[in-house]
């Protein structure tokens, strides 16, 4: 047990707190435990979560708990009813979800890599994130979803992309993307008691990442985002994996005298423009790290709306860092190349305050 002396970076009130240094991926696991204990109508569906039965004993088998682990050891000591182990057919069993859902229970869905989305796209924007609106509000879907996105593990271009834009840009689909333990712990536990489908994306660089978890039970708002850093001279803008990026940079940045106020934003649909606006109006700079390819991504966005909503509080153009307009290669040159990094980060900083 230790204790928590510094300010939480979601805000002050936090000096004092009790808890751990925790592996990401295991907060994770520990969170849809603590879910399943306190609400019966959680239940876990997905590709290799478990596997079948003992053929000696009839006890159930994990399976590894899946390719990541993220659920080991939950089938048995909840059982295969609730960890529902499906065939590879993403549309039926996000479908399968949707109609437990509609029905009062509270899926909890593993697809596997981010880049399945797309096989389960219908039954996400047809149904999932329709069926309250077409209802009139007679029904409740209250689904979450999860995946791994993200480059720099050597999975190569079908199971490497970020396009969680792609999943904002549904109305009625909630997406949040946590960046550490203490923020997967605390968005995992809202989604999952949110009464509207939520897509949770997990990079898969954060997974063996270790952090600061408070003891106590705790939900951080859907729509927030959170500073991690002061300062007065840019606003660096992470999501997810490119919120460490952008505390890299800043840490690089110091040691040149250039302060940077750093923010994650850790939910992409609805998103906290209050905060960008907030810390760009003191800044009077923003870069946006993104490891999303550019066209019509969540750096577009949010670059809309500090171009339409503070446009006379910047000294410079928004300017975006992001992945280019490419798939992800697997050669591990050209992956590194192709995420965002400190370094270009600081650059495009040092480039826009004339710092070069």
Not at 48 to 57: H, L
Not at 159 to 179: C, D, T
Not at 276 to 305: G, H, Y
Request: hydrophobic letters at 40%.
């Amino acid at each position: 047990m230790t204790t928590h002396n510094k300010i939480n970076p979601l805000g002050p009130g936090y000096e004092g707190v009790t808890g751990k240094d925790l592996r990401f991926r295991d907060v994770f696991r520990d969170t849809l435990r603590a879910e399943m204990n306190r609400d019966q109508d959680v239940f876990l569906m997905g590709e290799d979560i478990s596997g079948g039965f003992d053929r000696d004993t009839k006890e159930p088998l994990d399976a590894w708990g899946g390719p990541f682990a993220a659920t080991k050891g939950l089938v048995q000591e909840f059982g295969p009813e609730r960890i529902r182990d499906a065939p590879i057919s993403e549309a039926g069993f996000v479908g399968a979800a949707v109609g437990a859902a509609l029905t009062g229970l509270r899926p909890v869905v593993d697809l596997m890599y981010f880049d399945f989305v797309t096989v389960a796209y219908d039954q996400l924007l047809s149904n999932a994130a329709k069926s309250r609106y077409m209802f009139g509000g007679q029904t409740r879907v209250p689904m979450t979803l999860f995946a791994r996105s993200g480059a720099g593990t050597g999975h190569a271009a079908q199971h490497s992309e970020s396009f969680y834009s792609m999943l904002a840009h549904i109305p009625g689909l909630k997406v949040v993307v946590p960046s550490d333990p203490y923020s997967v712990k605390g968005l995992l536990a809202a989604a999952i008691r949110d009464d509207d489908p939520v897509f949770l994306v997990n990079d898969k660089k954060l997974i063996n990442l270790t952090g600061f978890v408070p003891d106590e039970d705790y939900v951080i708002e859907l729509g927030k985002g959170r500073y991690m850093q002061r300062g007065d001279d840019v606003t660096l803008v992470g999501m997810s994996y490119t919120s460490i990026v952008c505390e890299q940079a800043a840490a690089q940045l110091a040691d040149a005298g250039i302060k940077a106020d750093v923010i994650d934003m850790m939910s992409l649909s609805p998103f906290d423009e209050d905060i960008l606006l907030e810390s760009v109006q003191k800044t009077n700079n923003v870069v946006i790290v993104d490891e999303d390819t550019p066209r019509a991504s969540m750096a577009s966005e949010f670059a809309a709306v500090i171009a339409d909503k503070a446009f006379d509080y910047l000294d410079a153009p928004v300017k975006r860092v992001t992945g280019p307009h490419s798939p992800v290669p697997y050669n591990k040159g050209l992956e590194n190349a192709f995420m965002p990094q400190p370094e270009d980060v600081v650059g495009t900083v040092r480039n826009m305050l004339g710092r070069d």
